[in-house]
């Protein structure tokens, strides 16, 4: 029969237990220090650095590479400033009106005489000369009532293209620059007075003057000789 007070086991050496003790020891040791080198890796530590967002790699940025350049920009050929446009030129003046009157200083009056020399009883003839010598065409009134054509002796009036010829009519004309017009009479060869007397004498030899009349304008005389 057996004996139920014997114990069922006996009590360890103490050695074991100090060798149980410092091997738990080691092995909590080794749990803390590989506890800190995983917390470390996740903060940020080692190769951890370079793993991007959803484990996509992310090439390190350089400092050098952010920093801003101090490089000065190559010089460029400066343009040349643009000319300005010219001003607009103004409108060119309307033309002249022809209808506006010629003033006496651009009419030139003439006389002419063909032949200047010619023999008692024939008729040289007579001509009145209007020119504008302006640069724009304007009106002149050249009409019978305005123009004539005198021969005198000296200060002696012989005759006279309106004495017995009616004076009268307007003529106005438009003359253009350099416009040349003339008006011709034949001289018989004898003297004339206002109103055309009936007594008129045959002008003997001798050289006498004709001018011309427009208006209040009169030309240079032109000598006429008379031969017998």
Known sequence: ??????????????????????????????????????????????????????????????????????????????????????????????????????????????????????????????RVVVTNTGPVPCTRDIGRAHRELVISAGPNRLWSSNDCTPADGDEPTVLNPGQRESFEVKWAGRTSGPGCPTQRDTVPPGTYQVTAHVGGLVSPPVPITVQP
Do not use: K
Request: net charge neutral.
């Open 1 to 126: 029969m057996i004996d139920t007070d014997e114990p069922l086991s006996r009590p360890l050496p103490r050695s074991v237990y100090l060798r149980r003790r410092v091997v738990a020891v080691v092995g909590s040791a080794a749990g803390v220090v590989a506890l800190a080198w995983v917390i470390s890796g996740l903060l940020g530590g080692g190769d951890a650095a370079e793993v991007g967002v959803a484990g996509n790699w992310a090439p390190p940025v350089h400092p050098s590479s952010t920093a801003p350049s101090t490089t000065s920009p190559a010089p460029t050929a400066s343009t040349p400033a643009s000319t300005p446009a010219p001003p607009p030129q103004p409108p060119p003046p309307p033309p002249p009106d022809p209808r506006v009157l010629c003033p006496d200083p651009v009419i030139a009056v003439a006389a002419e005489v063909d032949p200047a020399t010619f023999r008692v009883g024939t008729r040289p003839a007579l």
